[in-house]
T-cell receptor
Framework: GQQLNQSPQSMFIQEGEDVSMNCTSSSIFNTWLWYKQDPGEGPVLLIA?????ELTSNGRLTAQFGITRKDSFLNISASIPSDVGIYFCAGQDYGQNFVFGPGTRLSVLP | EAEVAQSPRYKITEKSQAVAFWCDPISGHATLYWYRQILGQGPELLVQFQDESVVDDSQLPKDRFSAERLKGVDSTLKIQPAELGDSAMYLC???????????????FGPGTRLTVT
């Protein structure tokens, strides 16, 4: 079945630093979504992207829909301790298949 | 703010027993999803409903899992009999009706953590 790859798998950063992570697919997607999941909780939707090249912000978060339609990027500026968690990308391909990536685990050091 | 409700939050059961999870989606959301999430992995779709109809249950282990959404609102996911490998987080999500702007945006409940002993 369809699979998404996320990198990095995990990252440790200092509070205040900017963060970048990405999500790639071997096939074309028409929608990209980014979620954050805290331990023991359900994923929370951060940003939804619908058009190739689209750049969307939500506070300190910025995500982009790659122009190839096979990737997406999430950036977090000026990280704070509450940014800790697992970030999942998810996407819908043209076959209407909706899949999640394996996640990027973010740790923020004070 | 509208939320997806799930219960119970935690469930411990012995293998071979039956277990059931309940989900109440956001009001007005026609589409409901059940996912299974194994620790360290992303959620995997088990079943998708549009109103009371199953849209996709291709990944649902139908020999032991069943799901229903009788009135097109809340839903129940059942496992009988439970096996050790079923230990996971079971997540429910909902979204607007397919074809509606924003229909791809799924909103998740807090999940039910199942432990099978």
């Amino acid at each position: 079945g369809q699979q998404l790859n996320q990198s990095p798998q995990s990252m440790f950063i200092q509070e205040g630093e900017d963060v970048s992570m990405n999500c790639t697919s071997s096939s074309i997607f028409n929608t990209w979504l980014w979620y954050k999941q805290d331990p023991g909780e359900g994923p929370v939707l951060l940003i939804a992207l619908y058009k190739a090249g689209e750049l969307t912000s939500n506070g300190r978060l910025t995500a982009q829909f790659g122009i190839t339609r096979k990737d997406s990027f999430l950036n977090i500026s000026a990280s704070i301790p509450s940014d800790v968690g697992i970030y999942f990308c998810a996407g819908q391909d043209y076959g209407q298949n909706f899949v999640f990536g394996p996640g990027t685990r973010l740790s923020v050091l004070p | 703010e509208a939320e997806v409700a799930q219960s119970p939050r935690y469930k411990i059961t012995e293998k071979s027993q039956a277990v059931a999870f309940w989900c109440d989606p956001i009001s007005g959301h026609a589409t409901l999803y059940w996912y299974r999430q194994i620790l360290g992995q992303g959620p995997e779709l088990l079943v998708q409903f549009q109103d009371e109809s199953v849209v996709d249950d291709s990944q649902l282990p139908k020999d032991r899992f069943s799901a229903e959404r009788l009135k097109g609102v809340d839903s129940t996911l059942k496992i009988q009999p439970a096996e050790l490998g079923d230990s996971a987080m079971y997540l429910c999500a909902s979204s607007l009706r397919s074809g509606t702007p924003g229909a791809y945006e799924q909103y998740f409940g807090p999940g039910t953590r199942l432990t099978v002993t």
